[in-house]
């Protein structure tokens, strides 16, 4: 078991207040999130730390979304988060199916 959503807005929400700057920063968490919210997010120009499971290649995972766009097949359109890894790797693309929390920060 990793971190969940809460340990991590809670960590985050601790930073902040150490650091003197909690009345400029606060956590906000969305459990079960859409991908409306994701997109309403990063339309504000805030990246995103998004939790993922059970995704083929990097299974129960935190990663950051920081864009978004959506692929398409004919009819059939998935909804695509642009991401980085956390492995080093930028510009990776994931389908939001496998999206199960978010946390991002407001000021």
Not at 21 to 45: E, K, V
Not at 66 to 84: C, E, K, P, S, V
């Amino acid at each position: 078991h990793g971190s969940s959503a809460a340990d991590l807005s809670s960590g985050a929400d601790w930073y902040f207040a150490y650091r003197g700057i909690n009345n400029q920063y606060h956590s906000i968490r969305m459990i079960n999130p859409t991908y409306d919210g994701y997109r309403a997010i990063i339309d504000t120009n805030k990246p995103v730390m998004v939790l993922i499971n059970s995704h083929p290649s990097y299974g129960d995972h935190w990663i950051v979304g920081y864009g978004y766009y959506y692929q398409t097949y004919g009819d059939a359109a998935r909804r695509m988060l642009l991401i980085n890894d956390g492995w080093g790797n930028n510009g990776r693309e994931l389908d939001f199916n496998y999206v199960v929390n978010l946390v991002y920060f407001n000021a």
